[in-house]
């Protein structure tokens, strides 16, 4: 057979010679930007030829599997200009990330800032060559050799893990690294790119190992793309939660306490009270009974669970107490399950939803911790409801529900939807029958598509004890964060022996939905940091007005508007420093209070306050009760 067909993404079937190379068939296609194709779902370099019928998409810098060979190319780049800059580097790996590439790299020093920039300038040189990036194979003991004369011990490393007989590499004008690929067709295809900073990084992540220096940087196919990329990087750096939490007096992380420990301090803890106090009246409201569970447990119990066989390595402990063996809970599931145990239940019991605030516990190297996102004791808005088949799919759909509402209440609007589903061919992998399965799976399917969602289905990324919904925010920047779970599970309920007497005076196992709303409370907190610049609004803001007296003889007048503020039920604070106004009310602009109400003697003579708003500025006199008044129905319309 010497021509085959080519079945493209716009659906027309197209033939060509037994042979052609894709890269012909996409400039046939007017895809002359295309990066890497896409041929019967397996990624393929675009100098690949087509040797059968397929299915081929072509995928440019707009689709996210684009983007990730663009900047795995990149980073291939950054290591050739490594390598001529450095001849004595040893390099390790280097692979695309969410926002770029990074390479790790050993020079027997840090690299500093002018490095970067000859390191920059020669990759934009090496561009402009624009070099064939070709696949090569070779023999693993060749392989083998030529990494030992060349001291590269990283790669040798990784090389020992591969078993290939022959070893997949990419070489372009003469630079040779391991890799599996596909990569761009030119180096020429990268166009703009931008070193942005070092760090320490330990080999394979474990502080055993050497320390490398790990480069990262940002690539675009154009200037423009990359000039709005370092823009966003700088508001982002505005927004960052680590700076503004240590601006704004929220929380404090310190060594003496132990890296990824948090301090809520007391404006920050005011501020977590009111939106736990929010999150709590909404859930009562809908039926949820709230419990508190202890922090620590038999390891008897994460036996039951599966936990200590799963998730043995993020425990702390084991502790002895009284002969017994204990440990930190990492979860607050089985809790919930010997709440539910403790008492025979009928089916028009059902549904019980048990919501905690629970604070767990798990190891993290010290080198992923972040802030409040990657910490290591977090609080989360943890619930279990435990179901008949029959209301699964209403249960579900309140939940959505009190996520939205949630959600819309701190100023979250747009969303992104994943539906992790099993994979139907690894049985295997999942327990539970395939039936529950596949009424699980179209139960959320269903409730997503008849509330109007977009979801993406990640087919093979469930759990192996169930599907679930993962739901991302978008935040003011437009980047998304993973939040919310909705998770069927089909395995605690049969571990801890749960059942229900039903219709039929029979045993059943009942249905069991996890859901995390906010997902961790610290993770949540950094988002909505971020999110508001620190600027939150007045519902959520921990001091909603600050008085400003111009003058000692101003302070009894300001203490007087504090107090009916207070008995409205306001956060109010009145800064009696003796220092100018001007600095008064920059101090308060830098705390971003929402209201700052100057009071001087014409305010004392008239009974007013001359208002200024954080972020309108000037708003003029206004009697207290008005401003009361005005910002009452702003706490009240959360806005």
């Known amino acids: 057979m010497n021509e085959v067909t080519v079945r493209l993404q716009s659906g027309q079937n197209r033939r060509y010679p037994k042979g052609t190379p894709l890269a012909q068939i996409a400039a046939d296609a007017g895809k002359a930007d295309a990066l890497v194709a896409r041929v019967d779902g397996g990624l393929v370099d675009m100098g690949a030829a087509v040797e059968g019928d397929a299915t081929v998409e072509f995928l440019t810098f707009d689709d996210p599997q684009g983007r990730a060979v663009y900047w795995h190319s990149s980073a291939h780049l950054l290591a050739q200009a490594v390598k001529e800059l450095f001849p004595q580097a040893l390099l390790a790996i280097g692979p695309p990330i969410e926002d770029g590439f990074y ?12 490095d970067l920039v000859q390191i920059e300038d020669r990759m934009r040189g090496l561009a402009r060559r624009d070099q064939p990036i070709e696949r090569v194979t070779i023999p693993r003991d060749e392989a083998i050799a030529m990494y030992r004369k060349a001291g590269e011990r990283f790669k040798l490393e990784l090389l020992d893990g591969i078993p290939d007989v022959r070893v997949s590499f990419y070489k372009q004008d003469g630079f040779l690294d391991m890799c599996l690929g596909p990569h761009l067709p030119s180096t020429g295809r990268i166009k703009a790119i ?6 320490g990084a330990y080999w ?8 490398l220096q790990r480069i990262y940087g940002i690539t675009f196919p154009d200037e423009a793309q990359l000039a709005e990329h370092l823009r966003l990087l700088e508001e982002a750096k505005k927004r960052d939660h680590r700076r503004l939490g ?13 890296p990824g420990l948090v301090l809520w301090l007391q404006r920050g803890a005011l501020l977590r009270e009111i939106a736990e106090d929010f999150w709590k009246r909404l859930h009562r409201e809908r039926g949820y009974e709230l419990v508190y569970t202890p922090h620590i447990a038999r390891s008897h119990l994460w036996e039951t669970s599966g936990h200590l066989q799963w998730y043995q ?3 702390y402990g084991p502790m002895e107490v009284e002969g017994r063996e204990y440990r930190l809970k990492p979860m607050n599931c089985p809790f919930h399950m010997m709440i539910y145990r403790r008492e025979t239940r009928s089916y028009r019991d059902l549904p019980i939803r048990i919501g905690e605030l629970g604070t767990v516990y798990r190891y993290e190297r010290s080198g992923v911790l972040h802030g409040l996102l990657r910490v290591r004791s977090f609080t989360q808005d943890d619930a279990h409801i435990f179901c008949r088949p029959d209301q699964i799919e209403e249960e579900i759909d309140h939940v959505l529900d009190l996520a939205f509402v949630l959600y819309e209440a701190f100023g979250f609007r747009n969303y992104q939807v994943r539906l992790s589903a099993r994979d139907p061919s690894d049985s295997e992998r999942y327990t539970g ?4 399965w596949e009424t699980a799976e179209s139960v959320l399917a269903r409730v997503l598509d008849r509330k109007g969602l977009p979801f993406k289905r990640l087919e093979g990324e469930a759990q192996f004890y169930g599907p679930k919904i993962d739901i991302d925010l978008v935040d003011a920047l437009g980047r998304p964060w993973q939040t919310a779970t909705v998770q069927f599970d089909f395995t605690l309920p049969v571990r801890f022996g749960l059942t229900y007497v039903g219709e039929d005076g029979k045993e059943h196992v009942p249905f069991v939905v996890h859901r995390a709303l906010f997902g961790s409370m610290e993770r949540f907190f950094g988002l909505l940091i971020e999110h508001y610049a620190g600027a939150f609004p007045p519902w959520l803001a921990p001091e909603q007005a600050r008085v400003l007296p111009i003058a000692d003889r101003h302070q009894p007048y300001a203490e007087q508007v504090a107090g009916r503020l207070r008995e409205a039920g306001l956060r109010v604070e009145v800064d009696g420093t003796n220092e100018r106004i001007a600095y ?3 101090r308060a602009q830098v705390m971003k209070v929402p209201y700052m109400l100057v009071v001087g003697d014409k305010e004392v003579q008239s009974a007013q306050v001359a208002v200024r708003s954080r972020d309108a500025g000037d708003l003029g006199p206004m009697a207290v009760d008005a401003f009361v008044e005005r910002i009452q129905r702003e706490v009240t319309a959360r806005t």
Do not use: N
């Not at 790299?105 to 500093?112: E, N, Q, S, V, Y």
């Not at 931008?194 to 760090?199: D, Q, V």
């Not at 394979?204 to 320390?211: A, N």
């Open 194 to 199: 931008k070193l942005l900073s070092t760090a």
């Open 313 to 315: 390595e993020s425990m």
């Open 103 to 114: 390479y790790d790299i050993d020079i027997g020093r840090p690299f500093t800032p002018e």
């Open 204 to 211: 394979r992540g474990d502080e055993h190992q050497p320390m």
């Open 246 to 258: 240590r601006d704004l007096d929220l929380y404090l992380i310190d060594e003496e306490v132990g």
């Open 433 to 436: 029958s395939p039936q529950m």
């Open 584 to 586: 008064k009310v920059r």
